[in-house]
């Protein structure tokens, strides 16, 4: 299938939802009385990274995935701060508007600040859902133990960042994301094309530096989104694909250390997107835990 196809399929399942003249693109799948799965997607990516688990996941939960502002199919904004604390705000609102009370959180990679930032506003109580349990997978929270790509490190540079993006290419895109798999003969390349059409769509160039801004906020926030995970008082997983090259494995294993009661499940020779080189293995790590609670 050709990657326009691809990304044209993509859109049709989902829904664009206006939340504070914003609109969101939104994937809400499996029947609405079952049990609440929120997904939190990475970065510079969407929600079109669960495409393959949905299947899996849809069979016993009503799974909803959005992609944030600023990436796939949802508002792209030039005069938007893009922080990750308005991420997490817009998120809650979102599950708000869809009459979500209560939900398993799972987080990849951009996602896991997110759902960093909600569990630090349900730790202050000021969290309208209640989150039953977390899942973290493949992000860079630990950002002191992170190996960042250059491309991410240009990207939030004030001046090289706007004019490396302004001349970014499908070509140059397809191959940065291909590094990321540990097995490339799973690799679909229409798809990243496909991922490509989303993330450039309105204005996507234009917005991605400021978008990679995100990694000062990893700083800026350290104290209060790990401190959230240090006095979690809920059931927590890491999943962790152990051939990440940028979220390494050294990261999971300090959360799995530093969140009380947590599990983890180390997924050998997948890199950071278990969910699309092995939907299989990803999925019923996941499954097997929530099903618990």
Excluded at 28 to 47: A, F, M, N, Q, T
Excluded at 193 to 206: D, E, F, Q, R
Excluded at 280 to 293: E, P, S, V
Aim: proline share 4%.
């Amino acid at each position: 299938m050709k990657s326009t196809e691809i990304a044209s399929k993509w859109k049709s399942r989902g829904q664009l939802i206006t939340i504070d003249h914003y609109r969101f693109f939104v994937i809400d799948e499996g029947k609405k009385d079952l049990p609440v799965l929120v997904i939190l997607h990475g970065y510079p990516s969407c929600s079109f990274d669960f495409i393959h688990v949905l299947p899996l996941l849809t069979k016993s939960y009503r799974v909803i995935i959005h992609d944030h502002l600023g990436f796939g199919y949802s508002d792209k904004p030039t005069n938007y701060s893009y922080s990750l604390i308005d991420q997490a705000n817009y998120a809650i609102k979102l599950w708000q508007h869809l009459g979500v009370d209560k939900a398993h959180l799972i987080a990849h990679d951009y996602g896991t600040s997110v759902a960093t930032e909600i569990l630090a506003q349900r730790q202050e109580a000021e969290l309208p859902i209640n989150i039953l349990t977390v899942t973290l997978t493949n992000g860079s929270v630990h950002i002191e133990l992170a190996n960042l790509r250059w491309i991410q490190k240009v990207l939030r540079h004030s001046f090289w960042g706007p004019l490396v993006a302004r001349f970014g290419s499908e070509y140059i895109f397809v191959h940065q994301m291909k590094r990321l798999w540990f097995d490339q003969s799973t690799i679909d390349i229409e798809a990243l094309k496909a991922l490509w059409i989303m993330s450039t769509l309105n204005n996507g160039k234009l917005v991605l530096p400021k978008i990679t801004q995100y990694l000062k906020e990893r700083y800026q926030y350290w104290d209060r989104w790990i401190g959230s995970l240090k006095s979690l008082d809920i059931p927590a997983h890491v999943i962790w694909a152990q051939n990440d090259p940028v979220s390494v494995k050294a990261i999971g294993e300090q959360l799995y250390k530093e969140i009380p009661h947590c599990e983890i499940t180390r997924l050998e020779n997948l890199g950071h997107y278990p969910m699309v080189e092995d939907p299989t293995k990803w999925a019923t790590a996941l499954l097997n835990f929530i099903a618990r609670y």
